[in-house]
């Protein structure tokens, strides 16, 4: 039973920060690159960072390199998104989500998380 368990989102300032987990179970994670998701009202969904299976590499969307972090604690089985300096066009729905190989990028994931919502506001 392969379960992605998104939490950590909710409301923060312009400049502020938030940090993402996914929590996972019913798999190895040592297998599978992980990554996140962002879908907007009206916008299509948007990949904007993966990890590899082990933390080896790491990949990011432009308009998140230098503000978003992605990390893994596989024993933990958990993996995490730092997202610092955030934006008003930030604010969207992020989801957690499997890959189905070892490395990254991703185009999709073949599980994913329920979405926690991240709104950017003043």
């Known amino acids: 039973q392969v379960q992605l368990v998104e939490s950590g989102g909710g409301l923060v300032q312009p400049g502020g920060s938030l940090r993402l987990s996914c929590a996972a179970s019913g798999f190895t994670l040592d297998y599978y690159a992980m990554g996140w998701f962002r879908q907007a009202p009206g916008k299509e969904r948007e990949g904007i960072s993966c990890?590899?299976?082990?933390?080896?590499?790491?990949a990011y969307a432009d308009s998140n390199k230098g503000r978003f972090t992605i990390s893994r604690d596989n024993a933990k089985n958990t993996v995490y998104l730092q997202m610092n300096s955030l934006k008003p066009e930030d604010t969207a729905v992020y989801y957690c989500?499997?890959?189905?190989?070892?490395?990254?990028?991703?185009?999709?994931?073949?599980?994913w998380g329920q979405g926690t919502q991240v709104t950017v506001s003043s």
């Open positions: 989500a499997r890959g189905s190989s070892r490395g990254c990028p991703i185009s999709t994931g073949d599980y």
């Open positions: 990890i590899s299976s082990r933390g080896g590499s790491t």
